[in-house]
């Protein structure tokens, strides 16, 4: 089968299928091959690694990942892909395809079943309508992870790696940071998709932490926290969380803790960075 990853043989097997892209899968296919060499990089694949693919369309990465990794699952929503994929996967037997819903897929369980549990490496293109529901969801049901390298809205990425003070930091920022420490790998235009986004993209490699860089008595509550204080950002702590149904203390309470945190009464969320929010969760759930 020939290399896909050029406009070229790219265009040939979507004729031969008659293949129709579909806008509410996100189906943005890579035709550039420095852009799918700088990912295989940046996610440092190895023959020891077993890596999950999300979303493989044609089979263009795929087939770049099954030559670097020792083998690949690759999960894709799409049933009119599987077909093609049966074709341009065909010379490679270290490569699965699992034609699912990647939200509903059982990740620590598919890990254990072709990994024995072991840390896996996930590398995706990913749709880009369900972006943060992907990454939270593999960072929050505990799938052993090594690092997740994925192409992402540019502005994605910028909020991803974001800290206090910038206008992109926010809760998306606090709880990738939590989880992982972040790289950008490369920026990357619409002219290397077909059919083009509208948008820019990037890749970012997020790699786990092996402890998380804070540590935090009650971690739900750090990021109900977090996410009541991003909700109304312009709001000052204590009246985005002081009566906030979700966290259940008073504006005096949180003034109270923001005071023996020496917090001036009228900060706002964007200022604080995580090991604050750390303290703020243990400071309330220690009580007042
Ligand atoms: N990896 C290919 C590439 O780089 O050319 C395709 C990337 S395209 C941006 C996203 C892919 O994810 C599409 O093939 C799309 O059908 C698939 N997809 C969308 N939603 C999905 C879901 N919920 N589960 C699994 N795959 C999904």
Redesign the pocket.
Known sequence: MAE??NPRN?IEIIQKYEFVF?K????????DTHV?DKIIRAAGITKEDFVL??????????QYLAEAAGSVC?????KN?IPILSETLADYENVSVLN??????DVAALAREKNGGRPIKVV???????TTP?IMGLFESHVPLESITV?VQKEVADRMKSGPGSKDYGALSLAVQYYAETYLAANVPPNC??PR?KVGSAVIRLTCHKEPPVQVKDEKLMFRLIRASFNQRRKTLTNSLGNSPEIGFTKEEIGAVLAKMGLSPTVRGEALNLEQFARLADWLSGGI
């Open positions: 896909l990853g790219t579909q509410k899968f996100g189906q943005n296919f890579l035709i799918l693919e999300i979303g493989p369309g044609i089979g263009t990465m795929t690759a999960v894709e929503i799409d892909l699912e819903d990647i939200l509903k897929v995706a293109n990913l749709p880009y309508y369900i992907i192409m998709f077909m986004p």
